[in-house]
Nanobody, 120 residues
Framework: QVQLVESGGGSVQTGESLTLSCATT????????MGWYRQAPGKQRELAAT???????KYADSAKGRFIISRDNAKNTVALQMNSLEEEDTGAYYC??????????????WGQGIQVTVSP
């Protein structure tokens, strides 16, 4: 069974940096897409950044220029380096992985989430 486990969250002040990491278990096949979504208090979950197996990255507009996503396809891990953090970056961050399974169906996997709190 595929599992995603996040680490690296915590509390920082504005302008500081934080790096989130996500490890996966349960499959040796590289995920087609890996990334991070976030959910601020009282808001819907939204994309923070994703990275395809071919190297195509997608960032939320608010994350462009500040966040850097990277992945290790051999280890099926993904990381998100977050720089110049702002209070608006506060929320729960969820690791995401998507893969086409043996039935040629696209399957989504989610971590349990990890809290990032940015204070002034």
């Amino acid at each position: 069974q595929v599992q995603l486990v996040e680490s690296g969250g915590g509390s920082v002040q504005t302008g500081e940096s934080l790096t989130l990491s996500c490890a996966t278990t349960g499959t040796s096949k590289p995920f087609d897409i890996m990334g991070w979504y976030r959910q601020a208090p009282g808001k819907q979950r939204e994309l923070a950044a994703t990275l395809g197996i071919g190297g195509t990255a997608k960032y939320a507009d608010s994350a462009k220029g500040r966040f850097i996503i990277s992945r290790d396809n051999a280890k099926n891990t993904v990381a998100l380096q977050m720089n110049s953090l702002e209070e608006e970056d506060t929320g729960a961050y969820y690791c995401y992985a998507g893969i086409v399974n043996e039935d040629i169906r696209y399957v989504d996997y989610w971590g349990q989430g990890i809290q990032v709190t940015v204070s002034p």
